[in-house]
Protein backbone atom coordinates (compact mmCIF):
# COMPACT_ATOMS: atom_id res chain seq x y z
CA UNK A 1 0.00 0.00 0.00
CA UNK A 2 1.48 3.43 -0.71
CA UNK A 3 2.06 5.65 2.21
CA UNK A 4 0.15 9.04 1.99
CA UNK A 5 2.57 11.00 4.14
CA UNK A 6 5.26 10.29 2.80
CA UNK A 7 8.14 13.75 2.79
CA UNK A 8 9.94 14.73 -0.35
CA UNK A 9 13.19 13.29 1.15
CA UNK A 10 11.44 9.46 2.40
CA UNK A 11 9.79 9.85 -1.85
CA UNK A 12 13.53 9.95 -3.14
CA UNK A 13 14.79 7.59 -0.32
CA UNK A 14 11.67 4.92 -1.26
CA UNK A 15 12.52 5.55 -5.35
CA UNK A 16 16.36 4.70 -5.01
CA UNK A 17 15.55 1.63 -2.71
CA UNK A 18 13.31 0.22 -5.12
CA UNK A 19 15.15 0.77 -8.02
CA UNK A 20 17.77 -1.09 -6.30
CA UNK A 21 15.71 -3.83 -5.55
CA UNK A 22 14.54 -4.43 -8.74
CA UNK A 23 17.82 -4.43 -9.77
CA UNK A 24 18.20 -7.34 -7.44
CA UNK A 25 15.16 -8.88 -8.71
CA UNK A 26 16.50 -9.03 -12.19
CA UNK A 27 20.23 -9.56 -11.16
CA UNK A 28 18.92 -12.88 -9.04
CA UNK A 29 16.23 -14.14 -11.87
CA UNK A 30 18.96 -14.13 -13.98
CA UNK A 31 20.94 -16.36 -12.11
CA UNK A 32 17.90 -18.77 -12.32
CA UNK A 33 17.36 -18.93 -15.72
CA UNK A 34 19.89 -20.30 -19.16
CA UNK A 35 17.50 -18.82 -21.64
CA UNK A 36 19.14 -16.60 -23.88
CA UNK A 37 16.22 -14.11 -25.34
CA UNK A 38 15.22 -13.68 -21.20
CA UNK A 39 18.50 -13.36 -20.17
CA UNK A 40 18.93 -10.16 -22.77
CA UNK A 41 16.03 -8.38 -21.57
CA UNK A 42 16.77 -9.07 -17.95
CA UNK A 43 20.08 -7.20 -18.78
CA UNK A 44 18.65 -4.52 -20.12
CA UNK A 45 16.03 -4.08 -17.30
CA UNK A 46 18.90 -3.95 -14.53
CA UNK A 47 21.01 -1.58 -16.73
CA UNK A 48 17.89 0.60 -16.80
CA UNK A 49 17.43 0.25 -13.18
CA UNK A 50 21.08 1.37 -12.14
CA UNK A 51 20.93 4.26 -14.10
CA UNK A 52 17.69 5.16 -12.70
CA UNK A 53 19.48 4.65 -9.35
CA UNK A 54 22.03 6.82 -10.38
CA UNK A 55 19.72 9.80 -11.83
CA UNK A 56 17.22 9.39 -8.35
CA UNK A 57 21.09 9.90 -6.21
CA UNK A 58 21.84 13.20 -8.28
CA UNK A 59 18.42 14.84 -7.70
CA UNK A 60 18.15 13.62 -4.39
CA UNK A 61 22.13 15.03 -3.36
CA UNK A 62 21.57 17.94 -5.07
CA UNK A 63 17.87 18.59 -3.40
CA UNK A 64 18.75 17.60 0.29
CA UNK A 65 22.74 17.32 0.37
CA UNK A 66 24.12 14.83 1.90
CA UNK A 67 21.32 14.13 4.73
CA UNK A 68 21.21 10.62 5.85
CA UNK A 69 18.95 8.12 4.39
CA UNK A 70 15.19 8.79 5.88
CA UNK A 71 13.83 5.26 4.98
CA UNK A 72 15.59 1.77 4.77
CA UNK A 73 15.49 -0.99 2.02
CA UNK A 74 13.53 -3.22 4.52
CA UNK A 75 10.77 -0.35 4.77
CA UNK A 76 10.90 -0.06 0.80
CA UNK A 77 10.34 -3.56 0.49
CA UNK A 78 7.16 -3.38 2.77
CA UNK A 79 6.06 -0.86 0.20
CA UNK A 80 6.81 -2.15 -3.16
CA UNK A 81 6.39 -5.67 -2.25
CA UNK A 82 8.70 -8.45 -2.82
CA UNK A 83 9.56 -10.47 -5.64
CA UNK A 84 10.71 -14.31 -4.52
CA UNK A 85 12.80 -15.19 -7.56
CA UNK A 86 13.68 -18.24 -5.70
CA UNK A 87 10.78 -20.11 -6.49
CA UNK A 88 11.97 -20.71 -9.98
CA UNK A 89 10.77 -24.23 -10.09
CA UNK A 90 10.31 -24.78 -13.86
CA UNK A 91 7.94 -22.85 -16.51
CA UNK A 92 5.24 -22.69 -14.53
CA UNK A 93 6.97 -20.91 -11.56
CA UNK A 94 9.39 -18.36 -13.99
CA UNK A 95 5.69 -17.29 -15.57
CA UNK A 96 4.41 -16.52 -12.04
CA UNK A 97 7.57 -14.73 -11.15
CA UNK A 98 7.79 -12.54 -14.03
CA UNK A 99 3.95 -12.13 -13.02
CA UNK A 100 5.18 -10.87 -9.86
CA UNK A 101 7.89 -8.53 -11.37
CA UNK A 102 5.38 -6.84 -13.16
CA UNK A 103 3.20 -5.99 -10.52
CA UNK A 104 6.59 -4.69 -9.12
CA UNK A 105 7.20 -2.59 -11.94
CA UNK A 106 3.35 -1.70 -12.20
CA UNK A 107 3.52 -0.22 -8.43
CA UNK A 108 6.92 1.49 -9.33
CA UNK A 109 5.04 3.31 -12.03
CA UNK A 110 1.97 4.11 -9.87
CA UNK A 111 4.50 5.41 -7.13
CA UNK A 112 6.38 8.09 -9.21
CA UNK A 113 2.96 8.93 -10.75
CA UNK A 114 0.93 9.97 -7.40
CA UNK A 115 4.46 10.95 -5.54
CA UNK A 116 5.93 13.30 -8.20
CA UNK A 117 4.24 16.37 -7.05
CA UNK A 118 5.56 16.58 -3.56
CA UNK A 119 9.38 16.89 -5.54
CA UNK A 120 9.76 20.43 -5.09
CA UNK A 121 12.31 21.06 -8.21
CA UNK A 122 10.98 20.89 -11.72
CA UNK A 123 13.30 19.13 -13.69
CA UNK A 124 13.19 16.31 -10.65
CA UNK A 125 9.30 16.20 -10.79
CA UNK A 126 9.99 15.36 -15.01
CA UNK A 127 12.15 13.01 -14.25
CA UNK A 128 9.49 11.06 -11.99
CA UNK A 129 7.22 11.21 -14.73
CA UNK A 130 9.46 9.60 -16.75
CA UNK A 131 10.22 6.48 -14.32
CA UNK A 132 6.36 5.91 -14.22
CA UNK A 133 6.43 5.62 -18.08
CA UNK A 134 9.50 3.64 -17.77
CA UNK A 135 7.57 1.59 -15.03
CA UNK A 136 4.98 0.61 -17.41
CA UNK A 137 7.30 0.42 -20.43
CA UNK A 138 9.21 -2.26 -17.88
CA UNK A 139 6.01 -3.93 -17.23
CA UNK A 140 5.30 -4.29 -21.09
CA UNK A 141 8.49 -5.86 -21.63
CA UNK A 142 7.85 -8.07 -19.73
CA UNK A 143 4.52 -9.27 -20.70
CA UNK A 144 5.41 -9.73 -24.16
CA UNK A 145 8.86 -12.68 -22.32
CA UNK A 146 5.95 -14.50 -20.63
CA UNK A 147 4.17 -15.06 -23.77
CA UNK A 148 7.83 -16.45 -25.38
CA UNK A 149 8.25 -18.35 -22.12
CA UNK A 150 4.70 -19.94 -22.72
CA UNK A 151 5.81 -21.29 -26.37
CA UNK A 152 9.06 -22.21 -25.14
CA UNK A 153 10.40 -26.31 -23.40
CA UNK A 154 12.41 -25.72 -20.08
CA UNK A 155 13.66 -27.83 -17.62
CA UNK A 156 15.65 -27.57 -15.14
CA UNK A 157 19.52 -27.97 -15.06
CA UNK A 158 21.89 -29.91 -11.99
CA UNK A 159 22.60 -26.20 -11.05
CA UNK A 160 18.90 -25.44 -10.35
CA UNK A 161 18.51 -23.00 -13.62
CA UNK A 162 15.66 -22.89 -15.88
CA UNK A 163 16.78 -24.06 -19.40
CA UNK A 164 15.36 -23.79 -22.82
CA UNK A 165 15.48 -27.00 -24.79
CA UNK A 166 15.79 -26.65 -28.31
CA UNK A 167 13.77 -29.44 -30.04
Known amino acids: MLPTNLTPLEVFDAGIHSETLAYKMYDKLSKRIEVPTLQARL ?12 TLRAHRKELFGSESSSITESETS ?27 EEFSAYFYDRQRHK ?28 ESVRMMQLEMDERGRAVEIIV
Do not use: M
Open 43 to 54: AQLKKDEKDHRK
Open 78 to 104: EIFGNVDVTSVQDKESLIQTLYAAIRF
Open 119 to 146: IPNREARIFFEVLASEGKFHADILKRQI
